[in-house]
């Protein structure tokens, strides 16, 4: 059964007269698929009696009431309670299985042992006529069409709802179901939300998550959330990203907002975003990592492997290890692939190739991706003018530096942002 | 450049050039008192619009939407349907008029206008239509000038605006309504909040917003007076009553005390200009509007396939707007004068629904109207639906107003 079917209807006491109409369903979150505990019956014009679910029966055409008016034992709405037509018909969820935002149509409910059952919302084209009285009429013309009207209903276990109250937007808790999913498409939904909802998601994830979210968000979309959250927090973040990942958020804020920002940072983590803020945006500078792993010649293929162990979670890539002199000058490179094929024993200097494939920091992004192509490389150190090693720009970088704008349009937002 | 400062450059569309100029040729100054006092209301009303997208970060059909539900979204949006339609309407009206000037056919110039307008959205490309916005607002500067060139009378100016001498009679009353409907269009309202969310003005920087949206109707209604001015003052002779005006041509006088031989020129670039801007927002922003309202468009889309709601919406009014200009016996200018009164009839509707949820304070916080605000848009809606009354009235029972 549908809200919609049961909102306004007819709220019958035990005396068999009309008490009022049904106004909303009070649902307490909790369960996979959450009962109602109460109902908002409407009186009159404007007053309300919440009436608990044990003294209600749904019947046919409405509801009855096993209490009068007088013995209602008022049930007290709590904070993490939801209202089914104030909080959830007629506004954006979040679609925790497809990664979308949609607007509710319609919310189902599912009778079970004199129990009524949140299960479900609908966002179909279904919902949307059935609100306007018109499913059953297209449904005929469908038919008679060979047309099918879908149904679209989303488990309520996968939905993710916001509410508002006094004009402030809140999640509610918990997050767990958006926190579970992969950052790339916590990105799309992210995408798709408004500017107050997204505060508050950036706000409730946890520091992890949030920054690998932010990572893969459209830049334009980076810039609105860095600047809607305070200082700490943006820090906290900010941290937890990469650092060339991070600068490119920083390095499209304004100046103050930036330092305010890079001064609540860890002072290492800021040092590297610093470095990596004083290049320009397209060149080789701009788009690198500080995160990939140097050895010095002298260590063993078992040497380094075993340092992989120690590094290797943190670093942008292990595919590729740089090896480095005492001057931190370039002087050689050794693969995953030829560190385990190698003799454990080996001396790193014996086995590495010594004619490194690099660009210089004021590369372009199109000398960038031309030498990976050309090479085959999934990574590409940069170096400065006396060889040292400053940095490496990854494939995916490169990729998104180059895909054309085309393929990531959507329908076109009337101003340019 | 601000969200109030574009919106309004759009205001003085086909519809607005010509209704204010008909306006001025017809009654000379006598409706330049209604053009003063909308322009207070203009301003409020705008000002709610922009109030209202910085507080919730919503579009106006996504809040009727929240807040009213799915039946009352639709009453709304098919009556800024029809409003939108007349308009879009009015726009290709201008288009046919103002090239009919160079003689060019309206066969041609309508249907090659509306394909290059959609492929304008399918292509994408916005930044043109911000700098053609700008260009624009220069090319109004024209009417102004011409206005002051035109030596009015402005003992007579200033005395028509607090008593007007022209009688009250249905025709009258049309024009006031359709200047009204011009001033402040129902699409405007939604085009306005939509442009504040867009631009990222949220509450902390609201401030600068509302000197934003106070100047953009403080300058478009200037031109407009000054197009009334000019039109009046080239126009118009005092005391013998209304001049009949057939063709939009006639209308290029006003701009003749600035351009002498080029005035037909001028004047028909300046009203193509305009309603080749606005035939491209116009159905864009009703598409827009459904589909932010009604959900159609779930997820990321990218083409065609992908947004069939959104183009669907958008091509049927280009082709509505293009078609109905190119039917026989199409009158230009009747059509973008009585697209305008469509607009001022419909206008309550849309300000209603604006002044409930404004004044929400779950949805506004503390961010609701203030008391003269609300007595002001009110007096608005019951002004403009009398005024529809009486007009509906008396074409019903002629001869009820002398």
């Given at each position: 059964?549908?809200?919609?079917?049961?909102?306004?209807?007819?709220?019958?006491?035990?005396?068999?007269?009309?008490?009022?109409?049904?106004?909303?369903?009070?649902?307490?979150?909790?369960?996979?698929?959450?009962?109602?505990?109460?109902?908002?019956?409407?009186?009159?014009?404007?007053?309300?009696?919440?009436?608990?679910?044990?003294?209600?029966?749904?019947?046919?055409?409405?509801?009855?009431?096993?209490?009068?008016?007088?013995?209602?034992?008022?049930?007290?709405?709590?904070?993490?309670?939801?209202?089914?037509?104030?909080?959830?018909?007629?506004?954006?969820?979040?679609?925790?299985?497809?990664?979308?935002?949609?607007?509710?149509?319609?919310?189902?409910?599912?009778?079970?042992?004199k129990r009524l059952f949140l299960?479900?919302?609908?966002?179909?084209?279904?919902?949307?006529?059935?609100?306007?009285?018109?499913?059953k009429p297209v449904d005929w013309l469908a038919r008679r069409l060979r047309w099918r009207l879908r149904t679209h209903i989303i488990a309520w276990n996968d939905v993710?709802?916001?509410?508002?109250?006094?004009?402030?937007?809140?999640?509610?808790?918990?997050?767990?179901?958006?926190?579970?999913?992969?950052?790339?498409?916590?990105?799309?939904?992210?995408?798709?939300?408004?500017?107050?909802?997204?505060?508050?998601?950036?706000?409730?994830?946890?520091?992890?998550?949030?920054?690998?979210?932010l990572a893969e968000t459209d830049p334009a979309v980076q810039v609105s959330i860095v600047e809607s959250l305070d200082e700490e927090r943006a820090a906290d973040i900010l941290e937890e990203m990469e650092p060339d990942e991070a600068a490119d958020v920083l390095g499209?804020?304004?100046?103050?907002?930036?330092?305010?920002?890079?001064?609540?940072?860890?002072?290492?983590?800021?040092?590297?975003?610093?470095?990596?803020?004083?290049?320009?945006?397209?060149t080789a500078g701009g788009l690198m990592t500080t995160e990939f792993i140097a050895i010095s010649p002298d260590m063993t293929a078992e040497g380094v492997i075993n340092h992989l162990r120690e590094v290797g979670p943190d670093a942008e890539t292990i595919y590729y290890v740089y090896v480095l002199d005492s001057a931190e000058r370039l002087v050689g490179v050794i693969s995953l692939r030829d560190l385990i094929v190698a003799q454990p024993q080996a001396k790193v200097a014996k086995f590495m190739v010594e004619q490194v494939i690099h660009v210089h920091l004021d590369a372009s992004i199109?000398?960038?991706?031309?030498?990976?192509?050309?090479?085959?490389?999934?990574?590409?150190?940069?170096?400065?003018?006396e060889n040292r090693m400053q940095g490496i720009v990854t494939v995916d970088d490169a990729l998104e530096q180059i895909l054309p704008e085309d393929w990531r349009r959507r329908i076109p937002r009337v101003w340019s942002k | 450049m601000g969200p109030g400062i574009i919106t309004s450059a759009a205001d003085n569309d086909a519809g607005g050039i010509t209704t204010y100029s008909v306006a001025g040729a017809r009654y000379g100054y006598d409706l330049l008192w209604a053009l003063i006092l909308?322009?207070?209301?203009?301003?409020?009303?705008?000002?709610?619009?922009?109030?209202?997208?910085?507080?919730?970060?919503k579009g106006l059909g996504e809040m009727i939407r929240e807040e009213f539900g799915v039946r009352w979204t639709l009453f709304a949006l098919s009556v800024l349907l029809v409003a939108n339609l007349a308009t879009t309407i009015a726009e290709f009206a201008g288009i046919a008029a103002s090239l009919e000037i160079f003689r060019v056919s309206r066969y041609i110039s309508v249907p090659v206008a509306a394909i290059g307008v959609w492929?304008?959205?399918?292509?994408?490309?916005?930044?043109?239509?911000?700098?053609?916005?700008?260009?624009?607002?220069?090319?109004?500067?024209?009417?102004?000038?011409?206005?002051?060139?035109?030596?009015?009378?402005?003992?007579?100016?200033?005395?028509?605006?607090?008593?007007?001498?022209?009688?009250?009679?249905?025709?009258?009353?049309?024009?006031?309504v359709a200047v009204i409907g011009t001033t402040i269009t129902p699409w405007m309202q939604f085009f306005l909040q939509a442009t504040v969310v867009d631009k990222g003005v949220d509450v902390k920087n609201y401030k600068y917003q509302k000197a934003d949206v106070l100047i953009g109707s403080f300058l478009t209604d200037l031109v407009s007076f000054f197009i009334m001015v000019a039109a009046a003052a080239t126009l118009y002779h005092v005391g013998k009553g209304p001049v009949p005006i057939g063709r939009a041509e006639q209308l290029a006088e006003a701009l003749r005390p600035l351009a002498s031989g080029f005035a037909t020129a001028l004047f028909a670039i300046g009203l193509f200009a305009a309603s080749l801007l606005a035939s491209a927002v116009l159905p864009l922003s009703t598409a827009y509007t459904f589909t932010e309202a009604f959900g159609f468009e779930i997820g990321i889309s990218r083409r065609l396939r992908e947004a069939p709601a959104f183009y669907g919406i958008y091509t049927s009014a280009i082709v509505i707007g293009a078609g109905a200009a190119l039917l026989p016996r199409f009158d230009p200018l009747k059509a973008m004068v009585w697209s305008q009164v469509v607009n001022g009839m419909l206008l309550?509707?849309?300000?209603?629904?604006?002044?409930?949820?404004?004044?929400?304070?779950?949805?506004?916080?503390?961010?609701?109207?203030?008391?003269?605000?609300?007595?002001?848009?009110?007096?608005?809606?019951?002004?403009?639906?009398?005024?529809?009354?009486?007009?509906?009235?008396?074409?019903?029972?002629?001869?009820?107003?002398?």
């Open positions: 059964m549908f809200l919609s079917e049961m909102i306004g209807k007819p709220v019958i006491d035990p005396g068999g007269e009309q008490m009022g109409v049904l106004g909303d369903l009070v649902v307490t979150p909790g369960a996979q698929f959450p009962p109602v505990t109460a109902v908002v019956v409407t009186v009159g014009r404007q007053e309300t009696i919440v009436v608990p679910w044990r003294q209600a029966r749904v019947d046919y055409g409405g509801l009855k009431l096993s209490a009068a008016r007088a013995d209602v034992k008022t049930y007290e709405i709590r904070d993490d309670d939801l209202l089914l037509k104030r909080d959830v018909l007629d506004k954006q969820i979040v679609d925790v299985h497809d990664y979308r935002v949609v607007r509710v149509n319609d919310v189902r409910l599912e009778l079970s042992d299960v479900g919302v609908d966002t179909g084209t279904r919902g949307l006529l059935r609100r306007i009285g018109l499913e993710e709802t916001f509410e508002r109250s006094e004009g402030r937007i809140r999640l509610r808790v918990p997050l767990d179901k958006l926190a579970s999913l992969h950052p790339a498409d916590i990105a799309k939904i992210v995408d798709e939300l408004d500017p107050a909802q997204r505060q508050e998601m950036f706000e409730s994830l946890d520091v992890e998550t949030a920054a690998e979210t499209d804020l304004p100046a103050e907002r930036r330092e305010e920002i890079l001064s609540e940072m860890e002072a290492e983590e800021a040092e590297d975003v610093k470095e990596l803020l004083e290049y320009h945006d397209e199109q000398d960038i991706a031309q030498t990976m192509e050309d090479y085959d490389l999934l990574a590409l150190p940069i170096v400065d003018d | 909308i322009t207070v209301v203009l301003a409020i009303v705008q000002e709610m619009s922009a109030r209202m997208g910085a507080v919730t970060q492929f304008l959205v399918v292509r994408g490309n916005f930044k043109t239509v911000e700098r053609v916005f700008l260009v624009l607002t220069l090319l109004y500067g024209t009417y102004v000038v011409s206005g002051i060139l035109a030596h009015p009378d402005w003992h007579l100016v200033a005395r028509s605006i607090i008593h007007p001498a022209s009688k009250i009679t249905t025709d009258y009353l049309l024009l006031l309550p509707v849309i300000l209603i629904f604006m002044i409930r949820l404004i004044n929400n304070k779950d949805i506004m916080g503390e961010y609701t109207n203030s008391r003269w605000y609300n007595a002001i848009v009110w007096i608005t809606v019951v002004a403009l639906v009398g005024f529809s009354a009486i007009i509906l009235v008396t074409s019903l029972f002629p001869g009820l107003l002398r």
